[in-house]
């Protein structure tokens, strides 16, 4: 079946820039999403479409794509942004849905 | 305002079969683009799709499941049930049923879901 694949963790100090990869073989055909998720909380998305953004969610989160690897990049990292980070896309069909392992991300 | 409810057992025995509802409001499941969707989370692992119906009964399947799952929906009732037989323990999990809409491609708003354990 098919994957995408996330970095299990990263860290990043307050200020710093954090940057989440997602890879997948039909990323080039497929959007993917990018969905944040705190500890005891439902899964809030932040990113659509590779890159674009939905209203109420912070400047600082922004997503690219480039072949098979989608990124969400956080610039100015906060505290409140340590959460787990999901990608999510379609297979090559479009009729199934997928996500990544997720990437912790810890704010030092 | 949408919101979504997930409910059912809280507690299943291995080889029963499992039934959960997402009651919803907010929305119609019968507009065009519309769909429902169930996704499930065992205890600190990631997020597993399951199953989708769209607006149109069209219903979608987790290759992995697809044997033991089935979708359906009634709009009158603002409800999706999911059932899932055979229920084995590495099936505790959490359970979201979210909204999907296919123009975006994305589940905008999840419910709050439900956890459910496997266990004799």
């Known amino acids: 079946s098919y994957e995408l694949t996330q970095p299990p963790s990263v860290s990043v100090s307050p200020g710093q820039t954090a940057r989440i990869t997602c890879s997948g073989d039909a990323l080039p055909k497929q959007y993917a999403y990018w969905y944040q998720q705190k500890p005891g909380q439902a899964p809030v998305l932040v990113i659509y479409?590779?890159?674009e953004r939905p209203s109420g969610i912070p400047e600082r989160f922004s997503g690219s794509s480039s072949g098979t690897t989608v990124t969400l990049t956080i610039s100015g990292v906060q505290a409140e942004d340590e959460a787990d980070y999901y990608c999510q896309s379609a297979d090559s069909s479009g009729t199934s849905y997928v996500f990544g392992i997720g990437t912790k991300v810890t704010v030092l | 305002q949408v919101t979504l409810r997930e409910s059912g057992p809280a507690l299943v025995k291995p080889t029963q079969t499992l039934t959960l509802t997402c009651t919803f409001s907010?929305?119609?499941?019968?507009?065009?683009?519309?769909?429902v969707t169930w996704v499930r989370q065992p205890p600190g692992k990631a997020l597993e799709w399951l199953a989708l119906i769209d607006w149109d009964d069209d219903k979608y399947y987790s290759t992995s499941l697809k044997t033991r799952l089935t979708i359906s929906k009634d709009p009158s009732k603002n409800q999706v049930v999911l059932t899932m037989t055979n229920m084995d323990p590495v099936d505790t999990a959490t359970y979201y049923c979210a909204r999907f809409l296919s123009r975006g491609g994305y589940f905008d708003y999840w419910g709050q879901g439900m956890m459910v354990t496997v266990s004799s």
């Open positions: 907010g929305f119609s499941l019968s507009t065009s683009g519309v769909c």
């Open positions: 479409k590779d890159s």
